[in-house]
């Protein structure tokens, strides 16, 4: 119903910034909360950023005043931009959508961020 698609990753050094961005098709009528989950190597899956349809940011711990969450105008797209990158942000990014009063998660196919001298 909704296909979410996350682009920007890539091999940057530490003390690196990025920006993944990501855009949401198909049935995106009542998108409401949009954000940022990843996956390091032998890790779970963890929240990293989220933001409601009003603007509310919400941020992990472990990227607090170096990842900022921001979306577009029209509401379907979501960006991460990456500033300090060290090398346990290494991982899969996937992007998360929801709708407005529903439970269901929607998930992308994730980009890989490799940070590395």
């Known amino acids: 119903q909704v296909q979410l698609v996350e682009s920007g990753g890539g091999l940057v050094q530490p003390g690196g910034s990025l920006r993944l961005s990501c855009v949401a098709s198909?049935?995106?009528?009542?998108?409401?909360?949009m954000g940022w989950y990843r996956q390091a190597p032998g890790k779970e899956r963890d929240l990293v950023a989220t933001i409601t349809n009003g603007g509310t940011e919400n941020y992990a711990d472990s990227v607090k005043g170096r990842f900022t969450i921001s979306r577009g105008n029209a509401k379907t797209t979501v960006y991460l931009q990456m500033n300090s990158l060290k090398p346990d942000d290494t991982a899969v990014y996937y992007c998360i959508a929801r709708k407005l009063y529903s439970k269901l998660v929607y998930w992308g196919k994730g980009t890989l961020v490799t940070v590395s001298s």
């Open positions: 198909g049935s995106i009528f009542s998108i409401s909360d």
